[in-house]
T-cell receptor, first 109, second 112 residues
Framework: DQQVKQNSPSLSVQEGRISILNCDYTNSMFDYFLWYKKYPAEGPTFLISISSIKDKNEDGRFTVFLNKSAKHLSLHIVPSQPGDSAVYFCAASAGDMRFGAGTRLTVKP | DGGITQSPKYLFRKEGQNVTLSCEQNLNHDAMYWYRQDPGQGLRLIYYSQIVNDFQKGDIAEGYSVSREKKESFPLTVTSAQKNPTAFYLC???????????FGQGTRLTVV
């Protein structure tokens, strides 16, 4: 039973536009949420996180939004750049840390 | 340099043999994790440990074993009971408070 779900396997965006990656979770015990970026054959790199007591966290071009009532979080990248092209994973933690299946983002020049 | 190190990067084993993957961190992190990634899929949690001498099963623990005798080390043994051991294995660590986890570069295990 997948506790963290990313239902869009891929997303293609034009350079300079906004990228929105979505993530849903089922376990209400999760109290910390994270986004990671990953390239093939490498370990994931941390991007941004949010505690369950907040609904928004911003770091430069990256903003994470959390809607606890909907058990939904999203990552906004503005403006998108070709270097952002990678697989993005959301993760949720309640002492453990579980990941979604990932969304492959392609930013076209 | 502080970090988390997995070795080796590539590992080949014959079917039926046990194999141990190494994971070492010098970040003074209490929590450590093992994940498995199959082609085109996400990261699935195998085992995790929040403190020395204690660990819990994740979602796909069958056929794997771990130990946590030292804070710095969390080795994963892939036993012959694991039906499909060929995969990319990732180790991670984090400090208390469920903050971000840092990942190693992974070990690609191929069983022939």
């Amino acid at each position: 039973d997948q506790q963290v779900k990313q239902n869009s396997p891929s997303l293609s965006v034009q350079e300079g536009r906004i990228s929105i990656l979505n993530c849903d979770y089922t376990n209400s015990m999760f109290d910390y949420f994270l986004w990671y970026k990953k390239y093939p054959a490498e370990g994931p790199t941390f991007l941004i996180s949010i505690s369950s007591i907040k609904d928004k966290n911003e770091d430069g071009r990256f903003t994470v939004f959390l809607n606890k009532s909907a058990k939904h979080l999203s990552l906004h990248i503005v403006p998108s750049q070709p270097g952002d092209s990678a697989v993005y994973f959301c993760a949720a933690s309640a002492g453990d840390m579980r990941f979604g299946a990932g969304t492959r983002l392609t930013v076209k020049p | 340099d502080g970090g988390i190190t997995q070795s080796p990067k590539y590992l080949f084993r014959k079917e039926g043999q046990n194999v141990t993957l190494s994971c070492e961190q010098n970040l003074n992190h209490d929590a450590m994790y093992w994940y498995r990634q199959d082609p085109g899929q996400g990261l699935r949690l195998i085992y995790y440990s929040q403190i020395v001498n204690d660990f819990q099963k994740g979602d796909i623990a069958e056929g794997y074993s771990v130990s946590r005798e030292k804070k710095e080390s969390f080795p994963l043994t892939v036993t012959s009971a694991q039906k499909n051991p060929t995969a990319f294995y990732l180790c991670a660590s984090s400090s208390p408070g469920r903050t971000e986890a840092f990942f190693g570069q992974g070990t690609r295990l191929t069983v022939v």
